[in-house]
């Protein structure tokens, strides 16, 4: 994607990586996808299975509009994400930079359950594409007030030099642009500019946790289909413990594939 880093709401409230299974598949004439998982981290924290925290979570996606070439199309996805949380929940990030120091940080609290949904809406036309994301999380907790977390993004790219990335009907998520001209062939490669704008609030009830917006500018180029550059600015504004602060970033990532 055209960002180096995952939004900071889909950081803190969607974990990335856990051991468990997933089954997927197709529906309505390849115009639908669905999946659900089972997991338990016990292999990654060393405890035992009866004592790490399940996971279960479903995803489904529809195309409502394709057009006849595929060139243009509408994404809808709806996601949720149950956790009984035997071993505490703790939601914190950093303003989309992997090295940064944590931004929003909930703290480590006890809690019955809670349960995460999302809303993802795409539209895709030929190199230009928008993508949003709304993220929720329910927590039961009564000795802090049952608190709500969420936040969402908004983001944009256009890839200047003509290339359209593929959409993926079993997963329901865009690949990565396919090269019409590598640099290895005498061409100028693939470039694209991303803009983003994302939020997040991880203060409710007994918990400040932090309020923290991100704008983003992304400015990527793919030499050749194994290796990249990309480079992204970050303008952030963080509201924590009763005061309010900004800061900027930016990062440069080089990217070699070696499959």
Known sequence: LPFSERTSVSDALMPSRNVGVVVNGMALGR????????????LDTGDSFS??????????????FISEDEGSLVHLGFGMRYTDAREGLQFLTEPEFNKSPVFVDTGRFEANNALTYDLELSLRKGPFWFGSEFVRTNVDAPARGNPTFGGYHLSASWILTGEMRPYNRKSGLLGRIPIAKPTSSGGWGAWELGVRWSEIDLTDQAI?????????????????????LNTNYRLIELDRDGVTG?????????????E
């Not at 115009?31 to 016990?42: L, T």
């Not at 900004?246 to 070696?258: K, N, P």
């Open 31 to 42: 115009r639908m996808s669905w999946a659900a998982g089972a997991f338990n981290d016990w």
């Open 51 to 64: 004592d790490g925290a399940n996971q279960f979570v479903g995803r489904v996606t529809g195309l409502p």
């Open 208 to 228: 400040d946790g932090g309020e923290m917006d991100v704008l983003s500018f992304a400015l990527g180029w793919w030499l050749t289909p194994k290796l990249s």
């Open 246 to 258: 900004r800061s900027q970033g930016f990062t440069v990532r080089a990217i070699m594939l070696l």
